[in-house]
C-alpha cells in the first residue's frame, strides 16, 4: 500500500490554539535563517526502514523541516521496539508507518508524507524513490542494506545516499562515524559493531548514528558536500 498523507490528515493533530504553516516556518526561518530554511523546505528524502534509525532519523528531519519524506516499513509497532525506537506504549500494535505519521504530524502537521507499506525489493526502490533528493537506509538485516546499497549504486545515478553499519552496543561514542563510499554516497557507524548474544542494538548509540544520518541528510540538501 501506498498513501499520500495530506495537511488536512495531519491538522487532526493540531490543538484548539492552532498554528498556521506560516508560524511553524517563520521560527524555523528564525532558526535557520530564511535562505537555508527554503532549501529544507524543498527538499525530498526517503528513509527505508522505521526502526530505531529510522524513526529518529524521520522525526529529526520533520523537526527542521524538510518538506516531503517518504516513509517506507511494513511492520508493526512491538513492545520490544519501545526501548530503542520513537513510538510510545499506547502504539504497540500499529503499523510502523501509521505510528510515525501520528508523531510526525503532531511536531509539524505541514510535512509532506509519502507512506509506502510494503517489504522493499530491488525494483520497488529503484522505483519508489527514483525522485527524492537523498535516500536514507535504515534497515536492519544486512541482506537489506547490501541491496539497498547496491540499488542506489547502478540504478539511482541521480540520488545521495546515506546508509548504516555497525550502530550495536554501547561502544565510544567517536567511534561512530560518517564516511564517504563514493559519489555522493555516505556510510554511517564503526562499521564493525554487529548484534550478538552480548551485543545488542542501545537507544543512546543507535541514536548517535541516527543523527549522524540526519545530519548528513541537511548538509546534502544545503549543498555542504
Sequence with gaps: MIS????????????????????????????HTDAVQNRLKKGV???MGLGGLGSAVATALARIGVGTLLLADYDIVELSNLHRQ??????????????????????NPFIRLVIIEKCLTEAMIAHYF????????CFDRPEMKAMALRVALTSLP??????????????ENNLIKTKKIGDRAYLVG????AIGPDLGLMAPRVGIA??????????????KE
Excluded: M, P, W
Excluded at 4 to 30: H, M, P, Q, T
Excluded at 130 to 137: A, I, K, P, T
Excluded at 210 to 223: K, M, P, S, T
Design 210 to 223: 541516527a543523527h549522524h544520518q540526519a545530519n548528513q541528510v541537511v548538509r546534502l540538501l544545503l549543498g
Design 158 to 171: 541521480g540520488v545521495a545516499y546515506v546508509g548504516a553499519s555497525g550502530v550495536a552496543g554501547c561502544g
Design 4 to 31: 499520500l498523507i495530506s495537511e488536512e490528515a495531519g491538522k487532526e493533530f493540531l490543538s484548539e490554539a492552532a498554528y498556521e504553516r506560516e508560524d511553524i516556518e517563520e521560527v524555523l526561518a528564525a532558526r
Design 86 to 107: 520513537y513510538y510510545f506504549l499506547d502504539q504497540v500494535g500499529l503499523l510502523k508507518t501509521e505510528a510515525l505519521k501520528q508523531n510526525i504530524s503532531r511536531i
Design 45 to 47: 528524502v526517503g528513509v
Design 130 to 137: 527514483r525522485n527524492v533528493d537523498v535516500l536514507v537506509e
Design 190 to 193: 564503526d562499521g564493525e559493531s
